[in-house]
Nanobody, 124 residues
């Protein structure tokens, strides 16, 4: 069993940056691949990116490639989503998730555990 808790969301102006955190408990963070998703009002949950179990590989959605970076701190058992050059269309609730499956997992149903989400709002 894995418990995930996101934090770090908030309100930021377009062009700004935010770093989201995903604190894991129940298992070590290097025992699963971590994914990030987002869901805007009225839209389906959307894949953002994922970090492999070994930590050496990442895979991103085209919409965030070059702007967002996923990383983790094994000592803190915490994953991160660094978001730069934010745009109003990045506004959403952001979720971290964990999967025991293959990398890269880009669909919601590939993931076994989910956090509660954190709101990110980007103003124009």
């Amino acid at each position: 069993q894995v418990q995930l808790v996101e934090s770090g969301g908030g309100l930021v102006q377009a062009g700004g940056s935010l770093r989201l955190s995903c604190a894991a408990s129940g298992r070590t963070i290097n025992s699963f691949a971590m994914g990030w998703f987002r869901q805007a009002p009225g839209k389906e949950r959307e894949f953002v990116g994922t970090l492999s179990r070994g930590g050496g590989s990442t895979y991103y959605a085209d919409s965030v490639k070059g702007r967002f970076t996923i990383s983790r701190d094994n000592f803190k058992n915490t994953g991160y989503l660094q978001m730069n050059s934010l745009k109003p269309e990045d506004t959403a609730v952001y979720y971290c998730a964990a999967t025991n499956g293959l990398f890269p997992a880009t669909k919601s149903h590939n993931y076994d555990y989910w956090g509660q989400g954190t709101q990110v709002t980007v103003s124009s």
